[in-house]
Structures are given as C-alpha cells and as structure tokens.
Nanobody, 119 residues
Framework: QVQVVESGGGVVESGGSLRLSCTAS????????MGWYRQPPEYPREKVAS???????DYGNFARGRFTISRDNAKNTVYLQMNNLKSDDTATYYC?????????????WGQGTQVTVSP
C-alpha cells in the first residue's frame, strides 16, 4: 500500500511564506500526478496545485502567482512553495498521489498538514 506523508505546515504571519513537502513511500514507475488540495474551516476541499511526473503543472485560480509546485522524482517528493500568504489561505492542506493506469486511477491521500496564517 502506497503511503503519502506531508510536512511543513505551521503558523505564519500574513505576507509570509511556507514550503510544504510530500513524500510517497515508494517509487512510482507509471504515469502519475502529485498535488495538493486544501480545506478551509467549514468549506469544501479545493484544488491548490498539481504536477505530473513529466512536469506539467496546474493551479487553482487563487494559487497562481503566489504558489509554486515542484517535484523531485528521484525522492518521490512534491513541494508547494507558498508566498505572500493571506488569512484566507488558512486551511488543512492534503497531498495526494494519483497513479494513471489502463484500468483505473487509484489515489492515495496524506493525513493533512495545518497551515494557519495570522493577520
């Protein structure tokens, strides 16, 4: 069973930066996507950013220009650099790994890491 583990959350002042990391427990040889969703208090989960194993990236509208996703395939790790953080960015951030196969797209989720942006 593949496991995905996040790290890097914490408390930061408005305008500050944080970098989240997420590591998969095994090397994935198939086409895959790693990325982040977030869930603010009392709101549904929303996509932050994703990146394929070939480097194609996609961002939620709120993340463009402030957040940057990257990955190191050799380390099975994806990073989310978040700059100019705002109080609206306060949320639990969940990492995921989606493996693309001919018979399905199993998705593995991390436990989440809390990001709190103070005014």
């Amino acid at each position: 069973q593949v496991q995905v583990v996040e790290s890097g959350g914490g408390v930061v002042e408005s305008g500050g930066s944080l970098r989240l990391s997420c590591t998969a427990s095994t090397t994935i040889s198939k086409t895959n996507v790693m990325g982040w969703y977030r869930q603010p208090p009392e709101y549904p989960r929303e996509k932050v950013a994703s990146i394929t194993n070939t480097g194609y990236t996609d961002y939620g509208n709120f993340a463009r220009g402030r957040f940057t996703i990257s990955r190191d395939n050799a380390k099975n790790t994806v990073y989310l650099q978040m700059n100019n953080l705002k109080s609206d960015d306060t949320a639990t951030y969940y990492c995921y790994l989606r493996i693309i196969t001919e018979i399905g797209q199993p998705t593995y989720w991390g436990q989440g890491t809390q990001v709190t942006v103070s005014p």
